[in-house]
């Protein structure tokens, strides 16, 4: 029983609170009513500044008012303001409850299309206003006429968008000059780093053929050694001569007796340094 009491007395307080917000609903748009009233009489008086004014008060009162934004769109197309009157149109159309006024709002929207000349955009706003409402004349004739405006004057492409489509060529080869730019750097890097390695390896080449010519001038001990017991054989044979080049035979005659006389000096400090015991390496003089 208990819990049917609170059931039952939570129930009548969800009730009264949706009661007093019906209500409080009910009393906006009342009031927003009025305000619409009140600047319908004032458009009617040529008093468009009132009329605006009022028409505002009611927009801001119920933002779902249709009537008023669509008057106001009127007020505002009377007044060769059709920006505005656009606006208002489309937010008309926006909140409209009912075909008739959807159909309405769209129609005026193609007339401040063809009042700009936008024919294409024209069309398709008379085509949502008879979807809305099929049978309306005036609606009907304004179709066929933005249609036939239409061919006569197909879309052109209009400054802005020549003026984005110029800026998108402009920075595509923007791009493509810095993508250049950046191919011959990187171009210029590498042919940098392929001299480096070249260099290096030349380097590398000549400290080769350095530590080569090292390692020819080394000698073996066994080697040298060898090359002392080979000397003392050479005593007792002539020595091999390299072969003079275009010389004449006076010539020749003369370089053999001076060869033979260092020889035979040699061959006598060689003899009289092994009387001593002393042993040595005999190298040639030429």
């Given at each position: 029983m208990k819990y049917f009491k609170q059931t039952f007395a939570l129930l009548v307080l969800m009730v009264s609170v949706m009661y007093g917000q019906n209500k409080e609903t009910e009393q906006i748009k009342k009031e927003s009513k009025v305000y619409t009233y009140n600047a319908n009489k004032a458009l009617a008086e040529n008093s468009f500044a009132d009329a605006e004014a009022e028409y505002r008060k009611a927009i801001s009162k119920d933002g779902e008012n249709a009537t008023a934004k669509y008057n106001l769109g009127n007020a505002?197309?009377?007044?060769?303001?059709?920006?505005?009157?656009?606006?208002?149109?489309?937010?008309?159309?926006e909140v409209a409850l009912t075909k008739a006024e959807k159909h309405k709002a769209y129609?005026?929207?193609?007339?401040?299309?063809?009042?700009?000349?936008?024919?294409?955009?024209?069309?398709?706003?008379?085509?949502?206003?008879?979807r809305n409402n099929p049978t309306d004349d005036e609606t009907r004739y304004n179709f066929a006429l933005a249609k036939e405006m239409l061919e006569k004057n197909p879309p052109k492409e209009d400054?802005?968008?020549?003026?984005?489509?110029?800026?998108?060529?402009?920075?595509?080869?923007?791009?493509?000059?810095?993508?250049?730019?950046?191919?011959?750097n990187d171009k210029k890097e590498n042919e940098g780093d392929k001299e480096k390695d070249e260099g290096g390896k030349d380097d590398k080449n000549k400290d080769g053929e350095g530590d080569k010519e090292k390692e020819k001038n080394?000698?073996?001990?066994?080697?040298?050694?060898?090359?002392?017991?080979?000397?003392?054989?050479?005593?007792?044979?002539?020595?091999?001569?390299?072969?003079?080049?275009?010389?004449?035979?006076?010539?020749?005659?003369?370089?053999?007796?001076?060869?033979?006389?260092?020889?035979?000096?040699?061959?006598?400090?060689?003899?009289?340094?092994?009387?001593?015991?002393?042993?040595?390496?005999?190298?040639?003089?030429?």
């Open positions: 505002y197309y009377q007044n060769e303001s059709y920006e505005q009157a656009f606006n208002r149109y489309k937010q008309a159309s129609h005026n929207m193609g007339n401040v299309f063809m009042k700009n000349k936008e024919y294409e955009k024209a069309v398709a706003a008379y085509k949502n206003a008879l400054d802005k968008d020549k003026k984005d489509k110029d800026q998108k060529e402009e920075n595509k080869e923007q791009d493509k000059k810095d993508q250049d730019s950046k191919d011959q080394k000698q073996d001990p066994k080697q040298d050694q060898n090359k002392g017991d080979q000397k003392e054989d050479q005593n007792n044979q002539p020595q091999k001569q390299p072969k003079p080049n275009q010389l004449s035979p006076q010539q020749v005659k003369s370089l053999l007796q001076a060869m033979n006389n260092a020889e035979k000096k040699t061959q006598d400090k060689l003899n009289e340094k092994k009387a001593k015991g002393i042993k040595v390496k005999t190298e040639k003089d030429w």
